[in-house]
Structure formats: structure tokens, C-alpha cells
């Protein structure tokens, strides 16, 4: 600062100098010829003065000469150096070293700062601080999570904690500390282990091995790798991000630029007009191709989901209308027929009409032609489903035909034989089939065509049966209430489900029907011969009976069930009694009246309880008609159908009965209330089933069910703690982490007043 | 249920005898030196070797299960200890068998119980978890259980023919002449024709037997040492008879009242509510005795606190036939009608009712397993039922003169008493039903039979008839390895009042009988759902349902109100593609299993498929 004082008051004071000269230079140039010395400076101003009118330098200022008291600041010049004066010159130091350096560094610094931000007001500040510290925090608890997980998930806990011993198993040599060579062949062996520098007894391993044992694990190693890796991950996730968003522009954006385009290609084309109008030419038919595409296209019309949001939005938005309006235009604009194209005026009628026509109607039927996966293939597999159909319904006639056939043929004392023949000739052609399959891929398609065929037949009579069985049990409904025999309907029926009715039972059609056939099948039991002396009689089969009637007995099955297919019964060796005791005779008589009686109508009332039983337990339907509201009402007026059907709750239907495809059985549909109080009637936490639950429970856990060892093991405690040891909490290196000061929570907790300052630290630095 | 076998537990040594305690006990090094029991011999070389004998003899049975368990003891022990020693030895030999020994995987199949039929939902990491671990813990026990098998020593016995030979036609008299001098001993017959026909019944351990003569006759012997423990006439007729959870009380159904008996003869109580009572039965883990009355009520009397817990009416006329199945403690009761009707305690009608015969039904049985149930009626036949779930008779015969009384052996012989015959048959393998074609051995009696029971754990038949008792073998009848801890037949009376005193406090409850036993292991899904009902209503919303997708909001343009529904439609569409292609599946497998049943059909079949 010294430095520059001293040069701006020589400034000025030359400048005063020449301001005072000024006024007194040309009008007293003679009064001012002082003497000779001054004589030639004189001339040369003279000269100067002469030269300085004819230009631009007029005002050329005499050089200062002497000190005066004003100078002027506006009449400084750099004529005495010869080299202008720059303000880097005027500031900057006069000798090399200055301390001006550091003045111009805090000027510029001054210069890029912008002005301090107010300081965040202390709420938001301590929130700052709160995440922050929060954030710290969970990170090093995250590290115990796998710790947590793992003891919730431990079948037994014991504490204290034990450490795990860092071999599982020490060096024999260890073991046997005192043990000494002492035989001469030991000594031998030692010797030459010595001589060998072999280590023989406490360490066990070299110095070397031990050093690389001790050398950083391979668990930390592979620690500290996969954190780096997942470091590089992270990183270059965010580049790859950081990058597309670059690249993303606004709509805004995109908008300008497409418009910048639009009118530099006008530009263009207006120019090439000039230019080339041959070039221009194939750049009109460039656009009115494009208007074509656009016509084709239909994109600028009001169909597209901007515009018809647009559309939706016009009635109250202003700027929806407008813009609107300009897509409008844009469409008139694009599709207008160029002059020279226009030739027609049919066609731009036609496209009035299509224009007419609105677009959502194209739209509506793109949507219901255009293809739906789901409908398509549910479609064509009704079809495909038809068609099996119908070839089963074709093919396995004959099939069934020559069962029934077969069956006629063959006693039914060996019906079961029967059926494990042609099971077995079945088997035998499939594995048939299966070889000649195997041997000729040509022939394969018919042979697989006839297993298909058998397989289709069996199929076919499974579902006709099971059709018919429904049929029939609602048949048995209606007829029971008319009483009304549907023999000749059902007729038709038994031939084909002969093969099959070895162990489906069914239900009894009509009463009537069921009487007669308790009579028919009475028959042979009055015909079997009572226990009389010879034995042989007995072994006569009851359905070996005269069989005219036994089309109807196989119908009905619970009849079937009932009648035994017995096994021929030569093969019991005893005989019974010969000679039997008078009682015993009597016994035998009694019996025989109740046989006699018994077994008539023990199905007929069976199938009575059963319904009895069907209809206690459905449940009941509500009844909601009040009688003589809105209607007369009296002793014999009933309130009409149609109220009584308003005002009846139907009961829901409820699952089907156990034993709805067992005749021969009514299984209990009440509840076990008692039982019911023994069980789990509440999940337990993590299950979400009440079958994921009740798999955990399937295992019995008791001895009675399990070895001791097992039961021992099934109800070993959670937790097991040592008595009269100290249970400390757990610490890093508890579960085999290395424990670092900083991340440890234990440290955390022991000074919190380290943890309380942190946030007043951070404040400091935020003020620095 | 299969248990874990466990003949090894029982035995406490020493206890046994009072020798044991003057002598050393045994080691396994001693046991080997010492000569096997004379048991083993089989017949006399110059008779026909077709026979074995039926057991062997029993006090062998008890050494080898001693021994075992001396032997395991110091075994675990040296287990414990090994683990903390290095494995190394310093000779460097290694363990030839190294590891566990291997458990025979069918073995162990037979142990599994979770039942992983049923499709699991999906579950979350945590359940998963669980249900790893619960299968884990299956596994081992079951292995563990397999492992134990191999110290059930013995092996069931068997009747053989030579080729071509009827065992049908094999005598009593050459099965005693063919088995060992101690078998033999088990074949006898009481000449009792003064007191009429005769009930019987065995003890659980099949060491005491029970008879009550018609005509007032009342004995309990220990029937292997043949030694009488008492002898009474009730002076009244005797229906039936029956021991209660041990062999020093005893039932008997007298003309008037039930009454209860200590085994010295001594009329402990008499029970009047249980009046003109026909058949009594005794469920023992609920230690319940169930009697069936002349007037139609069945009625369960609780024997630990001396309560009737409940009196069914049946309503069926007189009950005359009444049997209960081992597995789940149901009662079957067989009617004039022709049907079987099942009931339990806590339920007022019954379970099942099965329509069985044209004519009354004579006589029931059940399986040990509860798996089989024969049933012979007037219409002279005999048919054997499933009794899992179908109730449908899987064979059946006429027999000449219709079975007036069934029994079934505890590995599943069936005999059927006619007149004054009896005819075993046996299965084919096991867990298969009798086939009732060829029986399996026959015998004739001095007099009509009247009463049948299989003994347990000895392999043979007691049947009571109007000429006495007859005890007769039956190779392979009984179950050849006892568990020591439950039926104990060498039990002393300081070892029965123990067992008693556990017996009493594992005592089930009488309302946890139905037909599926395993039922308390299952989830009372009703009550469940009634409550979540209940707590939706509660609420006003579920808190378990799947909330409905809420679209985030995004940033540029991209949250518009059009791409907001569409993202909505995307999940909709997501939801109803995957619902779509689940129906899609349950149709299949529907077809599936509509066409299956045509594979399935041969199932009357399977039992020849081997």
C-alpha cells in the first residue's frame, strides 16, 4: 500500500501540472520564451503543436516536466515509457516480492463465494443429527441380525455362552506332555527325528507352518473380497444411472427442437426451390408421400389416449382446447390434398364419409377380433374335448359288446376270475402294444390307437356309470314319492354295467323294484340247504341258483352287497357236527324260523333310517311369512306361494355327507363337541395353514412312541443355563466376529456421553 | 399305532427274581458263555419237521432283554466320553464302521407319521423353517426307533406244510407232539361239563385267564403255572366275564347286576346300574369298562373314579354282540337287523352305522390295527370289512353253519367258532386280511363253543365251550416281542403297582374316542373359522386380507392418470392369469383323477399283486 501512495501522488500532481499548463499553451507561447536553453524544447513543441492540427492527436498533452502541486488524473499518459500502462502494473507490487498476493487471492475468493446461508434453526438441525446418528446405529446392530435369526431359530440355547474351542481336537502330543522315550527303538526314532529337525514334541507344527496359519483367515479374506465387490457393484450401478438420466431430456425440450426442425426444413425446402426446383419436386413428393402415410395412419385424429384425455379436459380447460384445436389442425394440415394432387373431388367426399365414421368403432372391433389367448384356447379345446369325445362314444362299443358278451357266456360263480383274466389278457396287451412300440415306430400308431381305445372304453364305462348312478339317485327321489316304477327307462342299462359292478355298490331304484328282488333273493337263501348231515349240500353256491333273474339282481347292489360271491367251499376240511346235542338242535331250529323271517325288509328299512338320517341332518330353511300381512288372513287361508317363496330363507347347501357314495353305510355327521374342545382351535404365529400346523404336531412326542434316547432329545429344554454361573450378555466375540471398538455396541453403550456430544460437534463444524 | 419297540426297557435287572438279587448280574460275556435255554430243540428227528414251535420259550426272551440292555448301557456312556477325545488313535488305526449304523430305510418308513399327502400352501421362510426342523426331528426318531428294532429278538411262528400237505388237517395232537416240552405244556383242556358253558377271557399281559362257567362258576388262574388264584360260585347265571386294567380286579356280568371281584374272590362292588348286562369290554388307556345291557343301553362306567360317564341308548332291542376296536376305542355293536353300529362316549348316536347282513348279526371282531373288521350274521356268512373310511366288505363266505362267536390274534389270524369247531385263517403277508378261502388249522371240541380269545403274547387260543375250556396252539398267532413297560407278563406286584400308578395318570380322557384317533393332532378347523368371522365382524375389515395394489407415484409424467391405470390393469390382468391358469389346473388334475379311477379300478385286485 505504501508502495502505490507515493505513485498515485505523483499522478496527480503531474495532472494538476497540466491542467494549469493548459489554458496558457498556444495564447502564450510568445510571452513564455524564457531563454536559449529552453529555445530548442520550444521549437520542438512548436513543431508538435503545427503537426498536431492537421489530425487526430490535437490534444496530444505535453510531457510533464516538473513537480507541481495539482495533477491532474486525466492527463496521465505512458509516453515516457514507451509501453502502455496496464491496472495489473498500477496494483501489482512494485517490487517482485509483495504482499499483495495473499489481498488478491481474498479477492478472488470473495469473488466466486456466494453469501453464507442462514444456519438451519436448531429443530431441523437435531433431526439432521437424529438420522444421522440413527442410521450409525442401525448399521452397527445390523450386524447381529444373523446372530439374533440364528439363536431364535436354535433348537437349544446354553448359557453361559462357551467359546468354541479353536480346534476341535488337540495334537496327540499334547495329551501324553509326560511320556519320554525310554525304550532304545525310541530313542532311535527320536535321534533321527532330531537329526532331521523334525518337531517332536510340543509344537507340533514348524515355525513357518505356524506363521501361516496365524496369516489373515480365508473367512476374513473372503469378508473383506465381497465387500469390495459389492462396493464396485454399487458404483457402477449408479454410473449406468447417473448416465440415462443424462441423456433423458423434457418434453419441453423435445417439443423445441422438433419445432426448430419443422421450420429449418421449410427453410430449406424454400431455398431448394430456388435453387433446384427439380430436387424441390422430389422433396414434395417426399411430403406428400408422408401425408399419405399420415392419412393411413390416423395418428394426428382425435383417437389417440392423449387426445382423448385432451378431449375429456376441453370442456373446462382452456389450453386442452387449444391444443386440441392445433392437433386438428395439424390433421387438416397433413391430410390436405396438395394443389397439384388434387384432382378428384369424389374421393375427398369418400373421405368425408370415413371421417363421419368414429373411430371408436374401428377400436371396438380391433378389441374384439384381436386375439385372446385365454378365450382362443379355451375355444378350441371345447372343440378338441368334442371331438374325443365323440370318437370315444364310436370306438369302444364293440368293446364293451364283446365284455357283455363274454360275461353272459361265463357263470358268475367265477366272476372274479373272470375279471382277473381279462385284466391279465389286458396287461398283457398293453405290454404288447408296448413292445411292438418299442420294436417298430412305423406300426406304433395303431397299436397305441387300440390301447387308447381299450383305455377310452374303460373311461367311457367308468363315466356312463357314474352318470348313471346320479341319474338314478335322483330317479330314486321322484319315484319314491310317486311311487312310480321306471323299469322300462332303466333297462337298457344293465347289460353294459355288468363287467363292472364288482365293487360299486348302488342304490335301489323303487321300493317295488327292491321288494320283489328282497323276494327274488330270498329265494335262494330258503333253497340253500340248512345245516343238515352232509356237508356237501352246503357247498352248493347261492348264486349258482337258477339265474334267470340275475340281470336285476347285479343292478341293485346293495342286494349285491348283501348276497355273497363265495368262494367254492370244498375247501373246509372239518365237516361240522354230526351228531348234535338236543339243545343244541333246538338252538338250531330257532335259528332257522329267525333266518326264515329275517333279511326281507332289513335293506328296505335301512335305506328308510338313511334318509331319515339325510334329511335330519340338512340344513333347515327359514320361513319368514307372517300370515294375514297384506293379505286375508284365517283359519283356513294359507299366505300364497309366491309370498311364502319371497320370504323363505334358503339354507345354504352344506358339504356333502361322508357317506354319500356308500349304500350301505350312514357315517354320523354330528360333531364331537368334547373332542373338539381337546384340539388347537388357534393358529400359532408364524403359520398362516392350519396344515402347515398340524404337520409340526403329527410327530408323537412321548416315550411310549420313541426310544428314550428320541424322547430325550424331542423334549430337551429351549434354554439351558449352568447354575451359580454369571449369564453376561454376548460380545463380539461370543459368535466369532473380531471385534473393532468403534462398531461394537457394548462400546457404544459403556460411554454414552461420547455419543451424547457428537451431535454439539457437528453443530461447531456446521458453523465453521 | 405302532410303538417304538421298547422290549428293552422293560426289564429292570434284578428286579425280576429274587435270586437276582443274591446273584452278580449278568454281563454279555457271561451270557455268551452260558448256554442257551433249552427251548430251542425242535422235535424229535424222526416226526415230520413241518412244525416249529410256536414260541419260543419265554424266560430266554427276558435273559436276551436283559442283556441287551446291560450291553447298551456303557455303550451310551463311552459314547459321551468319545466325543471329547480326539479320534486318532496313536497306533493310527481308524474305525472300520465309521458313523452311525446304518437304519434300514423300511423300518424306519414305518415310523413316519406326518402324513405328506395333503398339498402344503406355500409357506414363508420362517414356517419353513419349522417344518424343516419338525420333519428333521421326524426323521431322526424314526431311525432312531428303526435302530431299536433290532433288539426285538424274536421272530413270530409258523405252521408250514410240506409241499402239498393241508395244515388244515394238521391235529393238535401233532403240534404238541412236534414243539418243545414247555410249549406243549400250553396245549391243555378243563373237563368242566358241571356249570354249562363256559366265557373266557385273558388278561392284557396274557398271563391270567378269567372263566365264568353259565351256571355260576367263576375262576382266575395263572395259566401257565396253572395255578388257581380263585374259585367261586356267584350262585347266579354268568354272562360274561372280563379283567379289568390289571389281573387283580375282575368283571363279571351276572344275571341281575355287574359285578367286580379282587382275585382272591372277594365281591368288591356291585354295580346296579349296569343291570342285565350281556357283554362286557374294557378300553384299557381309558379305563373304561363298557358293558351292553338286555335293555338296549350300552353304557360306559370309568373304573378309576367309579362314575358312569355316559348311558347310550341304542335302540336297537337286546344287545347281544359287542366287541371294540383296538386302534381308536370305539364299540361296535352288532344288531338283529343286520347292522354294525359304532359308537363313542361322547357322541349320543352312532358314529357309523353299517348295514352288514340280511339277517341279525351273530358275532364281531376287530384287528389289532383297526384296520379289519369280520362280522358273521344269521345268513350263515362271514364277511371282513375295511374299516378305513369305505366300510366296504373286501371278502366274504358262506359257512355251513354260520360263526357264532369271532376273535382276531394280534397279527391278524381270524377264528371263527361253529358249532363245536373252530377255524383259524390267516393273511397272506402282513397287514393283509384272512383270506377266508383255505383256513389255516381247524379243530373239534368236546362241546359248542361259547366263548374265544386269542392270548396275547403267546400263540395260543383259548376257547371256552359247554365242555370246559380248551387252550390250544396256534403258531403265529401272538405278537412275539412284548413291550416290558406296558404289558409286562413277568411283572411282579411291586412292578404291577407301579405300572398301574403311570397307567392312571397317562389315562386318556373318554371324550377323545372317535373314529379317527389322530384327530387331537389336527387343527379344530370349524371353531377356527368361526372365529376369524367373528373378529372380521368385530373389525369391520380383515386384517388378513391382501391389500388392494396402490400404484407409487412416479416422477416426469409417468404418474399420469392413464399410466396409473395402467399399471393397476397390469396387476389385475397379473392376478387373473394366475388365477385363470391355477382353475386351469385343478380341471386337469380333475380329468386326471376322473380317469384314473379306470387304473385305479383293479383295486379289488391288489390283494394278488405281491
Known amino acids: ?768 | 399305532m405302532e410303538t417304538a419297540p421298547k422290549s428293552v426297557r422293560g426289564v429292570p435287572p434284578g428286579k425280576n427274581k429274587p435270586q437276582a438279587k443274591r446273584k452278580k448280574p449278568r454281563r454279555y460275556w457271561e451270557e455268551e458263555s452260558a448256554p442257551p435255554a433249552a427251548g430251542a430243540s425242535p422235535g424229535p428227528p424222526g416226526k415230520k419237521a413241518r412244525t416249529r414251535e410256536p414260541r419260543p420259550q419265554r424266560s430266554r426272551s427276558v435273559h436276551l432283554a436283559r442283556a441287551a440292555r446291560s450291553s447298551k448301557k456303557p455303550q451310551i456312556a463311552r459314547n459321551a466320553s468319545d466325543r471329547k477325545k480326539p479320534r486318532r488313535t496313536l497306533s493310527g488305526a481308524q474305525d472300520p464302521f465309521p458313523g452311525s449304523a446304518p437304519a434300514p430305510v423300511e423300518v424306519a418308513r414305518k415310523f413316519c407319521r406326518i402324513d405328506k399327502s395333503g398339498k402344503l400352501p406355500h409357506p414363508k421362510p420362517k414356517t419353513r423353517s419349522k417344518l424343516e426342523k419338525a420333519e428333521a426331528q421326524e426323521e431322526e426318531a424314526s431311525v432312531r426307533a428303526a435302530r431299536a428294532e433290532l433288539l426285538l429278538p424274536e421272530d413270530p411262528g409258523f405252521l408250514e406244510g410240506e409241499d402239498g400237505e393241508d395244515t388244515a388237517k394238521i391235529l393238535q395232537t401233532d403240534i404238541v407232539e412236534a414243539v418243545d416240552i414247555a410249549s406243549a405244556a400250553k396245549h391243555f383242556d378243563l373237563n368242566l361239563r358241571q356249570f354249562g358253558p363256559y366265557r373266557l377271557n385273558y388278561s392284557r399281559t396274557g398271563r391270567h385267564l378269567a372263566l365264568g362257567g353259565r351256571r355260576g362258576h367263576v375262576a382266575a388262574l395263572d395259566w401257565v403255572t396253572k395255578k388257581l388264584m380263585c374259585e367261586i360260585n356267584v350262585m347266579e347265571a354268568v354272562r360274561d366275564i372280563h379283567f379289568l386294567h390289571s389281573e387283580a380286579l375282575l368283571a363279571v356280568a351276572q344275571n341281575r347286576w355287574l359285578y367286580i371281584y379282587d382275585n382272591q374272590g372277594i365281591e368288591l362292588h356291585c354295580i346296579r346300574r349296569c343291570d342285565r348286562v350281556t357283554r362286557l369290554e374294557f378300553l384299557p388307556f381309558h379305563f373304561l369298562l363298557a358293558t351292553a345291557s338286555e335293555t338296549g343301553f350300552l353304557t360306559y362306567l370309568d373304573v378309576s373314579v367309579g362314575k358312569i360317564v355316559t348311558a347310550l341308548n341304542a335302540r336297537a332291542g337286546r344287545l347281544g354282540v359287542m366287541t371294540q376296536n383296538p386302534y381308536n376305542a370305539v364299540i361296535h355293536l352288532g344288531h338283529s337287523n343286520g347292522t354294525v353300529s359304532l359308537w363313542s362316549p361322547g357322541v349320543k348316536e352312532p358314529l357309523a352305522k353299517i348295514l352288514c347282513h340280511r339277517g341279525g348279526v351273530r358275532a364281531v371282531a376287530v384287528e389289532s390295527t383297526g384296520t379289519y373288521m369280520a362280522t358273521s350274521g344269521l345268513d350263515h356268512q362271514l364277511k371282513i370289512f375295511d374299516l378305513r373310511g369305505t366300510f366296504q366288505p373286501l371278502s366274504a363266505r358262506t359257512l355251513p353253519q354260520g360263526a357264532g362267536h369271532l376273535a382276531f390274534s394280534q397279527r391278524g389270524l381270524l377264528v371263527a367258532g361253529m358249532g363245536d369247531v373252530v377255524n383259524i385263517w390267516t393273511g397272506q403277508g402282513k397287514a393283509s386280511p384272512p383270506s377266508l378261502e383255505q383256513p389255516y388249522l381247524t379243530h373239534r371240541l368236546s362241546g359248542h363253543v361259547h366263548g374265544l380269545q386269542f392270548c396275547p403274547f403267546e400263540d395260543v387260543l383259548g376257547v371256552g365251550h359247554s365242555g370246559g375250556i380248551t387252550s390250544m396252539l396256534v403258531p403265529g398267532a401272538a405278537e412275539p416281542n412284548f413291550d416290558g413297560l406296558e404289558n409286562n407278563p413277568y411283572r411282579s406286584r411291586k412292578q404291577r403297582q407301579e405300572w398301574e400308578v403311570k397307567a392312571l395318570l397317562e389315562k386318556v380322557p373318554a371324550e377323545l374316542i372317535c373314529l379317527d384317533p389322530r384327530a387331537l393332532a389336527k387343527v379344530d378347523v370349524i371353531t377356527l373359522e368361526q372365529q376369524k368371522k367373528e373378529r372380521i365382524e368385530r373389525l369391520g375389515y380383515d386384517p388378513d386380507a391382501k391389500a388392494a395394489f396402490q400404484p407409487k407415484a412416479k416422477q416426469k409424467g409417468r404418474s399420469s392418470t392413464a399410466s396409473l391405470v395402467k399399471r393397476k390393469k397390469k396387476v389385475m390382468d397379473q392376478e387373473h392369469r394366475d388365477k385363470v391358469r391355477q382353475s386351469l389346473e385343478q380341471q386337469q388334475q380333475q380329468q386326471q383323477e376322473l380317469a384314473k379311477p379306470a387304473r385305479a379300478r383293479p383295486s379289488a385286485l391288489d390283494r394278488f399283486v405281491r
Not at chain 1, 377400436?363 to 379355451?378: C, T, Y
Not at chain 1, 378338441?384 to 368293446?399: F, G, N, R, Y
Not at chain 1, 329267525?594 to 335305506?607: C, M, P, Q, S, W
Open chain 1, 1 to 768: 500500500m505504501n508502495a502505490i501512495k507515493p505513485a498515485k501522488g505523483l499522478l496527480a500532481l503531474s495532472q494538476q501540472d497540466e491542467l494549469m499548463d493548459l489554458p496558457g499553451t498556444y495564447p502564450l507561447s510568445a510571452s513564455e520564451d524564457e531563454g536559449d536553453s529552453d529555445g530548442e524544447r520550444k521549437h520542438q513543441k512548436l513543431l508538435e503543436a503545427i503537426g498536431s492540427l492537421n489530425g487526430k492527436n490535437r490534444w496530444k498533452l505535453p510531457e510533464r516536466s516538473e513537480a507541481s502541486l495539482k495533477v491532474s488524473e486525466f492527463n496521465v499518459s505512458s509516453e515516457g515509457s514507451g509501453e502502455k500502462l496496464a491496472l495489473s502494473d498500477l496494483l501489482g507490487p512494485v517490487k517482485a516480492s509483495s504482499p499483495l498476493a495473499a489481498v488478491r487471492k481474498q479477492l478472488s475468493r470473495i469473488k466466486s463465494k456466494k453469501t453464507l446461508e442462514l444456519p438451519l434453526n436448531k429443530g431441523e438441525v437435531e433431526q439432521i443429527h437424529r438420522e444421522a446418528a440413527f442410521s450409525k446405529t442401525s448399521q452397527t446392530l445390523s450386524k447381529w441380525d444373523s446372530v439374533v435369526q440364528k439363536n431364535r431359530e436354535a433348537e437349544q440355547l446354553v448359557f453361559p455362552i462357551q467359546k468354541e474351542p479353536s480346534s476341535s481336537f488337540a495334537p496327540m502330543e499334547h495329551m501324553f506332555r509326560d511320556w519320554k522315550a525310554r525304550t532304545p527303538l525310541e530313542q532311535e526314532v527320536f535321534n533321527l527325528l532330531h537329526k532331521n529337525k523334525q518337531p517332536v514334541t510340543d509344537p507340533l507344527l514348524t515355525p513357518v507352518e505356524k506363521a501361516s496359519l496365524k496369516a489373515m483367515s480365508l473367512e476374513e479374506a473372503k469378508i473383506r473380497r465381497a465387500e469390495l465387490q459389492r462396493a464396485r457393484a454399487l458404483q457402477s450401478y449408479y454410473e449406468a444411472r447417473a448416465r440415462r438420466m443424462k441423456k433423458t431430456k423434457s418434453k419441453k425440450y423435445h417439443k423445441i427442437v422438433k419445432k426448430g426442425k419443422a421450420k429449418q426444413a421449410l427453410r430449406d425446402f424454400v431455398e431448394l426451390t430456388k435453387v433446384d426446383p427439380a430436387a424441390a419436386l422430389e422433396e414434395l413428393e417426399k411430403i406428400e408421400k408422408a401425408r399419405m402415410m399420415e392419412r393411413m395412419s390416423l395418428k394426428h385424429q382425435n383417437s389417440g389416449k392423449w387426445a382423448k384425455s385432451k378431449a375429456i379436459m376441453a370442456k373446462y380447460d382452456l389450453e386442452a382446447r387449444q391444443a386440441m384445436q392445433e392437433q386438428l389442425a395439424k390433421n387438416k394440415e397433413l391430410t390436405q390434398r396438395l394443389q397439384v394432387a388434387s384432382e378428384s373431388e369424389e374421393e375427398g367426399g369418400a373421405e368425408e364419409e370415413e371421417a363421419l365414421v368414429p373411430d371408436t368403432v374401428n377400436e371396438v372391433q380391433v378389441n374384439a377380433d384381436g386375439p385372446n389367448p385365454w378365450m382362443l384356447r379355451s375355444f378350441s379345446r371345447d372343440t378338441k374335448e368334442d371331438e374325443v369325445q365323440e370318437d370315444s362314444e364310436q370306438l369302444p362299443e364293440p368293446a364293451t359288446h364283446e365284455f357283455a358278451e363274454s360275461e353272459e357266456n361265463e357263470k358268475p360263480v367265477a366272476e372274479e376270475d373272470v375279471l382277473l383274466k381279462e385284466f391279465e389278457e389286458r396287461r398283457y396287451l398293453r405290454k404288447q402294444s408296448e413292445l411292438k412300440q418299442d420294436a417298430e415306430p412305423v406300426g406304433g400308431q395303431e397299436t397305441k390307437a387300440s390301447t387308447s381305445q381299450e383305455v377310452l372304453s374303460e373311461l367311457r364305462a367308468l363315466s356312463k356309470k357314474l352318470k348313471k348312478e346320479n341319474h338314478l339317485s335322483k330317479e330314486q327321489k321322484e319315484s319314491s314319492a310317486k311311487n312310480v316304477p321306471l323299469v322300462q327307462e332303466e333297462e337298457p342299462a344293465p347289460e353294459e354295467e355288468e363287467p363292472l359292478l364288482l365293487q360299486r355298490p348302488k342304490k335301489v331304484q323303487t321300493v317295488e323294484e327292491l321288494e320283489a328282488l328282497g323276494e327274488e333273493d330270498c329265494l335262494p337263501n330258503k333253497e340253500l340247504p340248512r345245516p343238515t348231515v352232509e356237508g356237501e349240500q352246503m357247498r352248493k353256491n347261492p348264486q349258482s341258483q337258477p339265474k334267470g333273474k340275475s340281470k336285476k339282481e347285479q343292478m341293485i347292489s346293495l342286494q349285491q352287497l348283501l348276497t355273497t360271491r363265495t368262494p367254492s367251499s370244498t375247501s373246509l376240511a372239518v365237516p361240522t357236527t354230526v351228531e348234535a346235542l338236543d339243545d343244541e338242535v333246538e338252538r338250531d331250529q330257532k335259528q332257522m324260523i329267525k333266518e326264515a323271517f329275517a333279511g326281507d325288509d332289513v335293506i328296505k328299512e335301512f335305506l328308510k333310517e338313511k334318509r331319515e338320517a339325510i334329511q335330519a341332518s340338512k340344513p333347515k330353511d327359514m320361513d319368514l311369512t307372517l300370515p294375514g300381512w297384506g293379505e286375508w288372513g284365517g283359519m283356513d287361508l294359507k299366505p300364497s306361494a309366491k309370498k311364502r317363496r319371497r320370504f323363505l330363507i334358503k339354507a345354504p347347501e352344506g358339504p356333502p355327507r361322508k357317506d354319500k357314495n356308500l349304500p350301505h353305510v350312514i357315517i354320523s355327521e354330528q360333531r364331537n363337541i368334547h373332542a373338539a374342545a381337546h384340539q388347537v382351535r388357534v393358529l400359532p404365529y408364524p403359520f398362516t395353514h392350519h396344515q402347515q400346523f398340524e404337520r409340526t404336531v403329527q410327530t408323537p412326542m412321548g416315550s411310549t412312541w420313541n426310544t428314550q434316547r428320541a424322547f430325550q432329545k424331542l423334549t430337551a429344554p429351549k434354554i439351558v443355563t449352568k447354575p451359580g454361573h454369571i449369564i453376561k450378555p454376548i460380545k463380539a466375540e461370543d459368535v466369532g466376529y473380531q471385534s473393532s471398538p468403534r462398531s461394537d455396541l457394548s462400546v457404544m453403550q459403556s460411554n454414552p456421553r461420547q455419543h451424547s456430544k457428537h451431535p454439539k460437534q457437528l453443530k461447531k463444524n456446521s458453523r465453521d
